[in-house]
């Protein structure tokens, strides 16, 4: 089992950079791949980022590739989600998920979660 917290939410310009963290507490967190899920009001949760157990590889939902990094450190029971080149669309509720799944972008391959951390992009 595991429990995550993210953090590293709040209000930025459009163009600006966020960096969100995911603490992970329990010592079997190099156990699980890693994903970022974002959920815009009135929509549903979306799929951003995902990254493997050792952190050898990464998947990125399109309209995210080039401007977000997602990486981890095992060592730290973090993982991170790097955010650049901002847009008004990126704004959500953004969670962290624990997957058994060796790398998985499907929402039902997470079985554990963060409370979710707001940001914000203004035009």
């Known amino acids: 089992q595991v429990q995550l917290v993210e953090s590293g939410g709040g209000l930025v310009q459009a163009g600006g950079s966020l960096r969100l963290s995911c603490a992970a507490a329990?010592?079997?967190?190099?156990?699980?791949?890693m994903g970022w899920f974002r959920q815009a009001p009135g929509k549903e949760r979306e799929y951003v980022a995902a990254?493997?157990?050792?952190?050898?590889?990464?998947w990125y939902s399109g309209s995210v590739k080039g401007r977000f990094t997602i990486s981890r450190d095992n060592a730290k029971n973090t993982v991170t989600l790097q955010m650049n080149s901002l847009k008004p669309e990126d704004t959500a509720v953004y969670y962290c998920?624990?997957?058994?799944?060796?790398?998985?972008?499907?929402?039902?391959?997470?079985?554990?979660w963060g409370q979710g951390t707001q940001v914000t992009v203004s035009s």
């Open positions: 329990g010592r079997t967190f190099s156990r699980y791949a």
């Open positions: 998920a624990a997957s058994s799944a060796a790398i998985s972008s499907r929402r039902t391959d997470y079985g554990y």
């Open positions: 990254i493997t157990r050792s952190g050898d590889n990464t």
